[in-house]
């Protein structure tokens, strides 16, 4: 079964750019059709999809991401990451990597909160 770990500074100042790590187990990244999201939610929120990079390493972005998002990939360490620029205290959320291939499993998130 594939398991995910978040892992990353918990407090970033504004302005700063936000950098978090999923460590892959029990599976590749690289496998065929599984995708590899980055997901939040913002305290009082739902949840938002902010991107995802496939087993191909294709990207896409949310529009409401996109200008200021990065994803990318380590196949040697099994692990993909986010960076997310010029963050703002609307940052703070609880962010979790999650892989889909139809069964989508979920990292248990890690709070980030973003200082003014």
């Known amino acids: 079964q594939v398991q995910l770990q978040e892992s990353g500074p918990g407090l970033v100042k504004s302005s700063q750019t936000l950098s978090l790590i999923c460590t892959v187990s029990?599976?590749?990244?690289?496998?065929?059709?599984?995708?590899w999201s980055w997901i939040r939610q913002p305290p009082g929120k739902g949840l938002e999809w902010m991107g995802v990079i496939t087993y191909d390493a294709s990207t896409y972005y949310s529009p409401s991401f996109k200008s200021r998002t990065a994803i990318s990939r380590d196949t040697h360490k099994n692990q993909f990451s986010l960076q997310l620029s010029s963050v703002t205290p609307e940052d703070t959320a609880v962010y979790y990597c999650n892989a889909d291939s139809g069964v989508r499993y979920w990292g248990q998130g890690t709070q980030v909160t973003v200082s003014s």
């Open positions: 029990g599976g590749s990244i690289t496998t065929n059709y599984y995708a």
